[in-house]
C-alpha cells in the first residue's frame, strides 16, 4: 500500500435519526456518526488505539463499523458533546497521520531511506573508549 491508496477520513455526519436505547445501561443512547469512507484495516487500529490512549475526560464507548461511528451516550452529559466531537477530530486526525506513516514505512523507498539514515547515524556516533 503506497502513501497514495490512503484515504483521509473525517467526520462527515451525525446521523440523528438514528437514536436506540441501549439495553445494558436505560439511561444511555446510542447514536451514530458517518465518516468519509470506509476506513482501511490500518486505519482502523490506529482510530481504536488512539481513542483508547489519548486523553479526554469523557469517553463513551465506541464501535467502528463500515463508515459509521456507534457511539453510546448518556444523555445526562449533552452539555460535554461539543467537546466530545472535538476530541473525535483529534483521534481521527491522529488515525490519518498514523495511518499515512504506516503506508509510508512499508515502501520499499521509505524503508531504504530509513536504512540510509540509520546507517549514517551509526557512522557518526564515536564509540567510547577508541
Do not use: C
Not at 104 to 120: C, G, I, M, V, Y
Request: net charge negative.
Amino acid at each position: 500500500m503506497s502513501d497514495e491508496q490512503v484515504s483521509e477520513i473525517f467526520l462527515k455526519e451525525i446521523d440523528t435519526d438514528h437514536l436506540e436505547n441501549v439495553e445494558e445501561n436505560r439511561e444511555a443512547v446510542e447514536f451514530r456518526v458517518r465518516l468519509s469512507g470506509t476506513p482501511t484495516d490500518v486505519w482502523r487500529h490506529e482510530f481504536e488505539q488512539s481513542y483508547l490512549h489519548m486523553q479526554h475526560t469523557l469517553k463513551p464507548p465506541v464501535r467502528l463499523e463500515g463508515d459509521l461511528l456507534h457511539i453510546i451516550f448518556l444523555p445526562r452529559y449533552v452539555g460535554e458533546l461539543s467537546g466530545f466531537f472535538d476530541f473525535l477530530a483529534r483521534v481521527t486526525r491522529v488515525s490519518n497521520e498514523e495511518a499515512h506513516m504506516t503506508a509510508d514505512l512499508h515502501t520499499s523507498n521509505a524503508q531504504e531511506r530509513q536504512k540510509a539514515e540509520f546507517r549514517e547515524a551509526l557512522r557518526s556516533i564515536s564509540l567510547p573508549g577508541s
